[in-house]
């Protein structure tokens, strides 16, 4: 299946989805979550190993077992009087719908988890909450970065979901901010993904505050998911000359509309959104093409933060890389849970719902988070640049 078109779907469409697949509906109808009886502080990870979307569910990966790892060395987390050792059930949703909402039920029922981190992406991550609401098991999506996750269709806060990751709105007007105030461009074009809730939702809130700032959108053109060809596209954009191009879609297509463009001797300074944090996307573009190249995103490597260079330092010690975004907030999830356990002494689902729902400058690697009422995090956000297929600076955007 197209991962970009999936992004797309409403809450609504997923949720049913999840309910009609007769293996994905979850045993428990109590709604009253999982408790630890033993030494075991059972979380599991739903995510996207393979599949459309693999990229992001291996880096997410590595980020939550560096956290579960980091715990257990130090002899376990303390709560409640008793120390706990992290551990992690592990399963691919394969970058499905239908699969995800599987693994949200074997999670809940088989492996008995007092919270679920994942899936990476919006679409498999709603797809998730119907089950683990029956069950009133918590999760933390990540990068679940539409705005209606964490919302019901007819706009209450889903009890169970939280996320890491601030939403798509809010850094559409921080890249116009960041494009206006700080690059100084003042005459865009956008090219966006119009398959997916990703590319449009951040197409409305860029453009409206690009205009808001006095800034003007000489054209706005449209690709599908799965495009290869953007030649037609590019040059309609050339022949408007715009001063800057804002990119909002997944690194996938973005790579190759970077490659493109700059083959055309489109110059201009190209700014995107958080999908195009992977180190993929200076493999599709091409490393000379990946220059002049800005994105909204959580984390930056170049940030001399403590916590981040103490996170940096342990992850390049254990995967002989530098992390990546994605990286970063399963990271922040898995010590989220664990902050909201401590703080209601308890290591059981309602006492990291709860924990998660009053979560307060709490000091992660992607930013002081604390939890507003629609949970989502209110948390910094980060500009960072590319040359030559390397991050070389970051900016922060008020």
Known sequence: ??????????????????????????????????????????????????????????????????AADEINKKGGVKIGGKTYKIKLYVSDNKSSTSTAASVAAQMVNSNKVVAQVGPAATAYATASIANLTKAGVPMVGPSATAAAFTQTKSGQTQKYAFRACFIDPYQGKKAAKFMYNTLKKHKVAIVADNSTDYGTGLTKSFSAEFKKLGGKVVTTQYFQAGDKDFNSTLTTVKNKKPDAIYLPGYYTEIGLIVKQAREMGISVPMVGADGMGSPKLAQIAGKKNASNIYYTTHF?????????????????????????????????????????????????????????????????????ITMDSKHNPQKSVVVEEMEKGAVTKAYSVK
Not at 38 to 62: H, M, T, V
Not at 314 to 323: D, F, Q, S, V, W
């Open 1 to 66: 299946m197209n991962f970009k078109k999936m992004f797309g779907l409403t809450a609504a469409t997923m949720m049913s989805a999840a309910a009609l697949t007769g293996c994905a509906t979850a045993k428990t109808a109590s709604n009253g979550g999982n408790k630890t009886s033993d030494n075991k502080f059972r979380i599991g990870l739903n995510l996207e190993l393979s599949g459309a979307a693999g990229s992001y569910g291996q880096q997410e990966k590595k980020g939550a077992t560096l």
């Open 300 to 368: 930056s490597t170049k940030s001399k933060e403590p916590q981040v260079v103490k996170f940096m330092k342990a992850y390049k010690a254990k995967y002989g890389e530098e992390p990546a975004t994605f990286t970063s907030l399963a990271y922040d999830s898995v010590n989220m849970v664990v902050e909201a356990a401590k703080k209601e002494g308890e290591v059981s689902s309602s006492a990291v719902q709860k924990g998660l729902a009053s979560l307060k400058n709490f000091k992660g690697v992607t930013g002081n």
